[in-house]
């Protein structure tokens, strides 16, 4: 089972009130968690939760370390294997939609893609020049990545560079068959109310130290481009950093960025095969229900 949707929506609360529950173990699909000493900016679980429920894929690797999806799916495809041998229930929860469907989809990888001189030379050109290049050989995946997507952009471009042929070739040869028998919710809000939980959030987080995370951060001697670096609600802060803007300017950025990944976030979903819960209209509770329907039906086969 997955609970899956954007950021603030609630996932994190529903997820811990059904592992707590029924006794499962949370998997982890959000591409930020993995690093870390990034734990207010990515609305990690605290360490109390991480003790009464069991979380997998979080802290896994330092900022300034690499990480990619296809050692995402291979520690993920292991926790769940783990977790099934122990006679549990793996709840898959996150936002990160190709995290989700690399597990829960024969998503493979196949030939090499990834060359380090290519990343670096990549790395040198501007935002702008990279989308120019994407639309070129890939206009199909240019024109569904966002130009603040840089890392996508990169990757995209790389993927083409190394192997010779486009990203969204390979993606159109997948499969994507089942790996589990599975059912995933995705989980929403009215428009106004879903802004309204993120600049709450934002706030929150600011209270707690976001901005000692940021510096920490902006201050570690990486590429500027490393995915880290990259991350919503930590790189808003580093023009303010460098005396580029004010703070109250870095915030109302970060809301704005906050807000549009959302919306990219639903977009992702909306093409998947979900179950829609809107928060707004059944409320927490009876969501939940619906939800815990789900997991007796799966519990009684």
């Excluded at 207010?40 to 900022?63: F, Q, W, Y």
């Excluded at 493979?108 to 893609?113: K, P």
């Excluded at 998947?272 to 209209?281: I, R, S």
Aim: net charge positive; proline share 3%; aromatic share 8%.
């Amino acid at each position: 089972m997955a609970i899956v949707g954007p950021t603030a929506v609630g996932k994190s609360a529903v997820c811990f009130a059904l592992a707590k529950e029924y006794d499962l173990e949370i998997v982890s699909a959000d591409s930020m968690q993995v690093y870390k000493k990034l734990d207010i900016g990515t609305a990690k679980p605290s360490l109390k939760e991480r003790e009464e429920v069991p979380h997998h894929l979080v802290d896994l690797v330092e900022p300034w370390e690499n990480f990619n999806l296809s050692t995402y799916q291979r520690l993920a495809l292991s926790a769940i294997a783990g977790i099934h041998n122990r006679g549990k229930l793996p709840l898959l929860s996150g936002g990160t939609g190709l995290y989700v469907r690399a597990v829960l989809e024969d998503y493979l990888f196949g030939q090499r893609s990834s060359d380090p001189q290519v990343r670096r030379e990549l790395a040198r050109l501007s935002t702008l020049d990279l989308a120019a290049k994407l639309r070129q050989v890939d206009p199909a995946a240019a024109s569904r990545l966002h130009l603040n997507d840089r890392r996508r952009l990169e990757r995209a471009l790389e993927v083409y560079l190394v192997t010779g042929s486009t990203i969204s070739q390979q993606q159109a040869h997948m499969t994507r068959k089942k790996r589990y028998r599975s059912v995933v919710f995705c989980l929403t809000r009215q428009r106004a109310e879903l802004y309204r939980r993120i600049e709450e959030r934002v706030d929150q987080m600011l209270a707690e130290g976001l901005l000692d995370e940021a510096r920490m951060l902006f201050q570690l001697s990486i590429d500027a481009n490393h995915t880290a670096r990259q991350a919503i609600g930590y790189k808003e802060f580093f023009p303010y950093f460098r005396g580029d803007c004010s703070l109250e300017e870095a915030v109302v950025t970060l809301k704005r960025n906050t807000r549009h990944y959302a919306k990219r976030q639903l977009t992702w979903f909306r093409r998947e095969d979900v179950v829609w819960l809107n928060l707004t209209e059944l409320g927490p509770q009876q969501a939940l229900s619906k939800i815990k329907a789900a997991v007796d039906c799966i519990l009684s086969r």
